[in-house]
C-alpha cells in the first residue's frame, strides 16, 4: 500500500497556505502546535487548554483535520488540556512515511502517539473515520484511555451508494458560489457547506492522494471486546448507516454504553450540532432516557 501524498511540489505549497490561512481565520485562542515522530510519520497535534485534568483528544473525521472542531475547541479547553489531530494520511500538517495497512495499524499510530505526548490516561473523542480508529485503538491497546466519545463513527456498518452519493453531492455544492449554499445545504443535508473557510481549504486539497485503508465493518465478536467506557451520538438523518439499526445494534452487544439518536442532525455532526456535542463531551449524557 502507498502512502497519502500530495500530487507534486506546488500542490502542496498550495495547501499549506490555505491551510495556514484557515488556521489564523478559525482556531480561537492560544495553541502550542507539536510534531510528533511515529513509526508511520510525523504528527501534528495542536494543545490548548490547561496543564493539569483529563485531556480530550479529537480525532476528525475522513478528509478532515484539527479544524473541524474549531466551534468547540474554546469551550472544552476551559475545562481540559485539548490535544487535538491531524491524522497521519489525511490532509493536513502531519506527515506520512510509511502505509498503515489495517485498523490494527491505525491503532498502533494512535497509540504510539499517546505514549509519547507524556499526557495522563485520555479521554478520546473521533468523529467518524475518527471514531474508527479510536474504537481500533480501545480493541488493541484496552485499557489505555479513559473512555471514548464517538460521532457518527464508521465501522458500524457496510458503507452504501447513498453515503458516496452524499459526500460527491457535498463535494460539488461546496463548489458552488456561497449565495446558493444554504439551500444547497439543506438539499444534501451536509452544513459543512456553509462553512467557508473551511470549504476553501477543502477545494486545495485536492493535490492530496489519501490512502488509508477502508474502515472495515467491526464484527460482534469486535464490538464486545469493547471494556472502554463508550457513548455514540448518531445522526438521525446520517448518510453513513442505518442509525436506528446501528443503536439497536449497539444496545444488544455493549449494552453500558450510552447511545444517543440525535433527530435533526446527519452524518456531520459537529456542523450540524455543534453546541451539542459540546455539551456532551463536557457533561455527558442528561439523565432522561434517550434512544439506545
Known amino acids: 500500500m502507498r502512502i497519502s ?44 487548554g490547561p496543564d493539569h485534568g483529563e485531556p480530550l483528544v479529537l480525532l476528525p473525521g475522513s478528509g478532515g483535520n484539527a479544524l473541524m472542531w474549531h466551534r468547540s475547541v474554546a469551550a472544552l479547553a476551559e475545562r481540559h488540556p485539548v490535544i487535538a489531530v491531524d491524522t497521519i494520511g489525511e490532509p493536513g500538517a502531519s506527515v506520512q512515511t510509511a502505509p498503515l495497512h489495517d485498523g490494527r495499524d491505525a491503532a498502533a499510530w494512535l497509540d504510539e502517539l499517546l505514549t509519547a505526548l507524556h499526557t495522563p490516561p485520555a ?16 480493541i488493541h491497546h484496552p485499557g489505555r484511555v479513559t473512555g471514548l466519545t464517538l460521532l457518527d463513527p464508521a465501522g458500524m456498518a457496510n458503507i452504501g451508494w447513498r453515503f458516496y452519493t452524499w459526500v460527491i453531492a457535498g463535494g460539488l455544492a ?41 474502515a472495515h465493518t467491526f464484527t460482534d465478536d469486535e464490538l464486545r471486546r469493547l471494556q472502554t ?45 455543534p453546541d451539542l456535542v459540546t455539551a456532551r463531551i463536557l457533561d455527558g449524557w442528561p439523565s432522561t432516557p434517550l434512544q439506545n
Not at 498550495?14 to 478559525?26: I, K, P
Not at 479521554?123 to 480501545?138: F, Q
Request: hydrophobic share 45%; with cysteine; charged share 20%.
Open 174 to 214: 461546496g463548489l458552488a458560489p456561497r449565495a446558493l449554499r444554504p439551500r444547497l445545504a439543506r438539499a444534501v443535508g451536509n452544513s459543512t457547506i456553509l462553512e467557508t473557510e473551511l470549504m476553501a481549504l477543502m477545494k486545495a486539497t485536492m493535490g492530496f492522494r489519501r490512502r488509508l485503508p477502508l
Open 229 to 273: 467506557p463508550t457513548h455514540v451520538l448518531l445522526g438521525a438523518r446520517s448518510a453513513l448507516h442505518d442509525s436506528p439499526a446501528v443503536a439497536a445494534r449497539l444496545g444488544r452487544l455493549l449494552p453500558t454504553a450510552h447511545v444517543e439518536l440525535i433527530p435533526d442532525a446527519g452524518h456531520a455532526l459537529t456542523t450540524d450540532q
Open 5 to 48: 501524498e500530495f500530487r507534486n511540489a506546488p500542490a502542496e505549497a498550495r495547501f499549506r497556505a490555505a491551510y495556514e490561512r484557515t488556521f489564523a481565520s478559525l482556531w480561537p485562542g492560544p495553541k502550542a502546535a507539536l510534531d510528533i515522530p511515529t513509526a508511520f510519520g510525523t504528527t501534528r497535534v495542536y494543545r490548548t
Open 123 to 138: 479521554h478520546l473523542i473521533g468523529c467518524s473515520y475518527g471514531g474508527w480508529i479510536a474504537i481500533n485503538h480501545a
